[in-house]
């Protein structure tokens, strides 16, 4: 830990309709990957926080789930770990897609932030793609709907107004000693992010195929006196029909999920990799308490 003489510390809640690149952006800011991304809406499920570094500020990101109308229990889940996460911060940040927009979604967020006593903060994201004059537009628009101390424009894929914005937030932060130590980048265990990126590659990898009622569950996580790490982790699916999928002919798709998730977990832990996936059906998974803690949300009864 640093010297703490002048030191500030917060907390920044990010939320925003799903797939708005809440996770993208928390990459961004921290420097490195912390948070997994995917083509598939809702993919964040937990509250995982990035830590990030300015000078002498640190910035703890609480990255939320995308915020949506809850059907099933899963989906009150993660709402309700959306809002947890932006309880008692120092500033909410509000993601925008202005493409996209998810209209349906961004009103009742807006609603609700508008009645928040939290530093509000405005992000457009995609400047890269969108073009100026309905971008300055929806940011007037939003504005009128609740009041933003500050809005940027900014791309969480390429970092374009990415370093600005951060120096901005930086600056919001009240003085106090980190909460951290200034080498930790995320508060999520390595068991538990290692089954993060083995979910994203399976988002990835199937996501026209294989539906969102996915999970990977942590078993075992073993560092061997070499040095490197052996990892088990099971693929809960809802359906049989759907072991095949992820399966793939001969078993080529498992281990092309396996692959890519363990080349991208031994260039994250710094040592070499074993990772052994196998399938399990479990229909009611959605509704079981031990699949959620093990995945890392609240279970509600």
Known sequence: MSDETGQRCGVVAIIGAPNAGKSTLVNQLVGQKVAITSAKAQTTRARMLGIALHEKVQMVLVDTPGIFSPKRKLDRAMVSAAWDGAEAADAVLLLVDPIKQRRHELEPLLEALGRRPERKILVLNKVDKARKEPLLALAQELGDKAEFTEVFFVSALTGDGVPEMKAAIAGMMPEAPWM??????????????????????????????????????????????????????????????????VLGKGGSRIKAIGEAARGELSELLGVPVHLFLHVKVEEGWAESREVYEEIGLEWKG
């Open 180 to 245: 951290y130590p200034e080498d930790q980048v995320s508060d999520a265990s390595e068991r538990l992010l290692a089954a993060e990126i083995t979910r994203e590659q399976l988002y990835r990898q199937l996501h026209e195929e294989l539906p969102y009622d996915s999970a990977v569950r942590p078993e075992r996580y073993i560092e061997r006196k070499d040095g490197s790490v052996e990892i088990h982790q099971q693929i809960v699916i809802a359906r049989e029909s759907q072991r095949p999928i």
